[in-house]
């Protein structure tokens, strides 16, 4: 109940191309929906972030995607950059306690951009 | 805007000592929360605090691990005794309030011998 599953693990795509990065959740509580990227060596960093009363954010090249009827997010990187080469964590949580700092993590995926 | 400060950076100890890990958050900001983060794995929330009061502290093993936060700005995360299982990076982060933004610091990676 408590789970965030991601997909894939690990992800290589070439420069220039769409990288693509799934989660799913069961607690259906659960109402902020953030995206963390982390480099090597330093902390997550927040990406974007989506809340379940709308089905698609944008922000400049990262866009998240939500199906509230699956139950399931994902993380959609236009024209990737190598850059953009780091591990990238979707996260989730709800309003308990009256905080939403509870952040329940996927396993994280690990993108490589290919110049 | 100086970000979230933690150390030491890095630690190394024997099973059974105890060590820990300080933390100072963003100035202003009133929500702290410690993170335990295991090679390969997606950071796990230990405690969370609101000024110097606990908010969250369910997952924290509290056998072995303390944390305070006594006059509402910094935080230290006190591990004794020390388990193999206890590798890891132990993240501090912090908010403005109970729904702000995130901000993690770089983290202090732990090896227990």
């Known amino acids: 109940q408590q789970q965030v599953k991601q997909s894939p693990q690990s992800l290589i795509v070439q420069k220039g191309g769409i990288s693509i990065i799934n989660c799913a959740y069961e607690n259906t509580a659960f109402d902020y929906f953030p995206w963390y990227q982390q480099f090597p060596g330093k902390g997550p960093a927040l990406l974007i972030a989506?809340?379940?009363?709308?089905s698609e954010k944008k922000e400049g090249r990262f866009t998240i995607s939500f199906n509230k009827s699956a139950k399931q997010f994902s993380l959609h990187i236009m024209d990737s950059q190598p850059g953009d080469s780091a591990t990238y964590f979707c996260?989730?949580?709800?309003?308990?306690?009256?905080?939403?700092?509870?952040?329940?993590f996927g396993k994280g995926t690990k993108l490589s951009v290919k110049p | 805007e100086a970000g979230v400060a933690q150390s030491p950076r890095y630690k190394i100890i024997e099973k059974r000592q105890s060590v820990a890990f300080w933390c100072n958050p963003i100035?202003?900001?009133?929500?702290l929360y410690w993170y335990q983060q295991i090679l390969g794995q997606g950071p796990k929330l230990l405690i969370q605090?609101?000024?110097?009061?606990?908010?969250?502290d369910s997952q924290l093993p509290k056998d072995r691990f303390s944390a305070e936060r006594l006059k509402g700005v910094d935080s230290t995360l006190k591990i004794q005794p020390a388990k193999l299982e206890d590798s890891a990076v132990y993240l501090c982060?912090?908010?403005?309030?109970?729904?702000?933004?995130?901000?993690f610091g770089e983290g202090s990676r732990l090896t227990v011998l």
């Open positions: 989506i809340r379940p009363d709308v």
């Open positions: 605090f609101q000024n110097n009061g606990v908010v969250d």
């Open positions: 982060a912090s908010s403005l309030g109970l729904f702000g933004e995130l901000f």
């Open positions: 996260a989730a949580s709800f309003n308990y306690g009256g905080s939403q700092g509870n952040l329940i």
């Open positions: 100035s202003g900001h009133a929500t």
